[in-house]
C-alpha cells in the first residue's frame, strides 16, 4: 500500500470526501435516471436508485455478511446494512474515509454491524468463503491489476453467494483499437483522478470466466447513467462548493475543473459503465 498510485489515491480522497459528503451526501458514485437516462431526478435519489436497480438486476434478496470493497465514506455500506440487517465490512485506501465512515456507523447506531479499514483490495484482510455479497461500486477502475481484483473477491465470496461489480470501462475493441485521440482522452481522465488504466467491458468478463465464478453475466449502463456528470458540474458552481473547493486543495480544484472530461467520454461513447454479477 506504499506504492505512489495508492498513495495519490489516498491522497486525493482524504482532500476531497469533505467537499463531496458537504456538497452530494454520503454516495460517492453514479446515479440512475431510467432506461435510456430519460428520467429527471433528484441526483441523491438517483444514486439511491442506483443501488436498488444494481441489487434487483443482480438478483440479490437477501445477504447475511457483506464486503463493501472501496467503500468510500460507507454510504452504500450502512445502505446495505439497514437493507438486508447485514453486517458489512467496508475497505478503503484513505484513512479519511475510514474514519468518516466509522463515524456515521456510531452515529446511526450500527455497532459492531458495519466496520470500516484501511486496507488494499488486491489483499483483502479476510479469510475465504467469508461473504454473502461482494460489492464493487466504482472501485474497479482503481486497481492496478484487474484480474487479482476479481480473483481477492471471488476467494473471500462463500459458495453460493454475489458478486456485483459496477465500474467504469472503456468501449468495447471489437477490432477497432483505441485511436490516439482516445487513449489522450483516457489518459486526461487517468492522470485527475488518479487511475492506473480502465479496460472494457468484455474484458472484464473474460478475466471472470477464468475464474470459479458461474452464472456470470453483464450490462452496459452508460446511457442510465451518463446524466450524472451534467448534475455534478452545475452543483460544483453553486457558492458552497466552490468555498469548499477553495479549501481542498489543488488536486480537489483540478478534479472539479475536469469534469467535463467524463462528460464528453459519455457522449462520445469512450467511457462506458460496466456491470458483472456472478456467484461462486
Not at 62 to 90: E, F, H, P, W
Request: proline fraction near 5%; include cysteine; aromatic fraction near 10%.
Amino acid at each position: 500500500m506504499s506504492t505512489p498510485l495508492y498513495q495519490r489515491i489516498q491522497q486525493f480522497y482524504d482532500a476531497s470526501s469533505g467537499l463531496w459528503e458537504q456538497t452530494w451526501g454520503e454516495h460517492m458514485h453514479h446515479g440512475y435516471y431510467g432506461p435510456g437516462g430519460k428520467l429527471p431526478k433528484d441526483r441523491r435519489i438517483a444514486q439511491i436508485d442506483l443501488i436498488e436497480e444494481l441489487l434487483a438486476w443482480a438478483g440479490v434478496e437477501q445477504a447475511g455478511r457483506i464486503l463493501d470493497a472501496g467503500c468510500g465514506i460507507g454510504g452504500s455500506s450502512l445502505y446495505l446494512a439497514a437493507k438486508y440487517g447485514a453486517q458489512v465490512d467496508g475497505v478503503t485506501l484513505s484513512p479519511v474515509q475510514a474514519a468518516r465512515a466509522t463515524a456515521r456507523s456510531r452515529e446511526a447506531g450500527f455497532g459492531d454491524r458495519a466496520r470500516f479499514q484501511v486496507a488494499d483490495a488486491l489483499h483483502l484482510p479476510f479469510a475465504d468463503d467469508t461473504f454473502d455479497l461482494v460489492w464493487s461500486l466504482e472501485s474497479g477502475e482503481h486497481m492496478p491489476d484487474k484480474a487479482a481484483f476479481l480473483q481477492e473477491c471471488c476467494r473471500v465470496l462463500k459458495p453460493g453467494g454475489v458478486f456485483i461489480l459496477a465500474t467504469w470501462c472503456h468501449r468495447p475493441i471489437d477490432g477497432v483499437p483505441l485511436s490516439a485521440d482516445e487513449e489522450r482522452h483516457l489518459k486526461e481522465i487517468y492522470d485527475v483522478y488518479h487511475l492506473p488504466y480502465v479496460i472494457s467491458l468484455p474484458e472484464y468478463e473474460a478475466i471472470a470466466r477464468s475464474l470459479p465464478f458461474k452464472e456470470l453475466r453483464t450490462a452496459d449502463w452508460s446511457a442510465e447513467v451518463a446524466p450524472f456528470w451534467d448534475r455534478v458540474i452545475e452543483s460544483a458552481f453553486n457558492p458552497l462548493a466552490i468555498v469548499g473547493l477553495l479549501a481542498s486543495g489543488w488536486e480537489t480544484i483540478r478534479g472539479a475543473l475536469a469534469l467535463g472530461l467524463m462528460s464528453q467520454g459519455f457522449e462520445r461513447g469512450l467511457i462506458r459503465y460496466g456491470l458483472l454479477r456472478a456467484t461462486k
